[in-house]
């Protein structure tokens, strides 16, 4: 009896073990601000690919400040896709040969499934009238960003500022002098987008939030609408959200052919629609017509067109010396 009992016991670890092993899982290292949207993704991707190949996946996510993350998977995080919101964090992994180099051109729209843009919440009701840049220079105006160091929401904040003195005619010289005015009103810069909405929000710091359009969704959802108002600058950037399969990871792991249909999906209507939901502007031109009461029209200017692209900004802005160095502690 005892043997038998023993022999079923065994057959039951088996079991259990090789439906472990039969089941994937694929760890996504994503940008601080997106986890809301990959929560709902994942729920729905894992039903789709259930469907379509009969097989059970399970989905694990890591977040942070983009360039955290990114140097989390160069540092060794077996993270099997990165789903990040500047394509310098995807670079950094493609010259360390974590990602592939030609890592643009694996998926449709430079492997951006989505776009967003930087914007400023403000408390309820706006008690400082913020509409546009020119207001967050203002003495006694107290403005929360991200480090444009350790997170590409900040890297995105900061080249919007530039890009507006730019756009309205300004000279480089006089778009250095008004990012510097901009940082010395800024108290705290925080480590990703997330960490930027709790200082702003939980710890009652600043007047205005600089944060991705997509920020405000998820702010509505976790502290309840009508804590913050978004206002719309006359003119800003477009940020595009780049996704990249980790070679090094899936060839370890054997997840590549999971790992590409996760990504491959974030172009599907589904997707596209679940983007919408959070506020993250869908590529899919029919999606994007639906949601435009969400999609507010404003001035966009690219990376490229004013900054030649986002590595010739990094190199000139944000690696140590650049240009934010020495506006922020021109500012201190």
């Known amino acids: 009896m005892k043997s038998r009992l023993k022999i079923a016991l065994a057959a039951a670890v088996l079991a259990a073990s090789s439906l472990a092993s039969a089941q994937q899982t694929l760890l996504n290292s994503s940008y601080d601000v997106a986890r809301e949207f990959y929560k709902d993704y994942n729920t729905a991707f894992v039903a789709h690919y259930k469907k379509t190949t ?59 499934p989505t776009t967003s843009t930087m914007l400023f919440l403000t408390r309820n009701g706006n ?19 991200v480090n444009p160091k350790t997170g590409g929401n900040g890297r995105y904040a900061y080249l919007a500022a530039w890009g507006y003195v730019k756009k309205k005619g300004g000279s480089d010289a006089q778009a250095a002098e008004f990012v510097g005015k901009l940082y010395k009103n800024v108290p705290v810069l925080g480590k990703g987008g997330r960490d930027a909405t ?64 996760y990504l491959d999906w974030l172009y599907s209507d589904e997707a596209q629609e679940i983007a919408a939901k959070h506020a993250l502007r869908p590529r899919s031109q029919a ?15 690219t990376v490229q067109e004013l900054f030649g692209s986002l590595g010739e900004a990094q190199k000139v802005h944000f690696n140590d010396g650049g240009q934010f160095d020495k506006l922020y502690t021109a500012g201190r």
């Open 54 to 112: 009969g097989k059970d996946v399970k989905i694990d996510q890591s977040h942070g400040g983009s360039s955290a993350q990114a140097r989390a998977v160069a540092d060794g995080l077996d993270a099997d896709v990165v789903t990040m919101n500047t394509s310098t964090d995807i670079d950094f992994l493609a010259e360390r040969g974590v990602v592939a180099k030609d890592w643009t051109k694996r998926f449709p729209d430079n492997a951006s």
């Open 127 to 145: 008690p400082k009238n913020i509409k546009d840049w020119d207001d967050l220079i203002k003495p006694g105006i107290q403005v929360v960003v």
């Open 198 to 261: 709790t200082t702003f929000l939980q710890r009652n710091v600043g007047d205005v939030l600089i944060t991705f359009e997509s920020e405000v969704v998820s702010i509505n959802r976790e502290f309840g609408d009508g804590k913050v108002d978004a206002v719309y600058p006359s003119i800003s950037i477009l940020a595009e959200n780049p996704v990249a399969v980790v070679e090094r990871t899936v060839a370890k792991k054997g997840t590549g052919e999971l790992a590409k249909a």
């Open 287 to 301: 999606v994007l017509k639906k949601h435009a009461d969400v999609f507010k029209p404003l001035q966009l200017f």
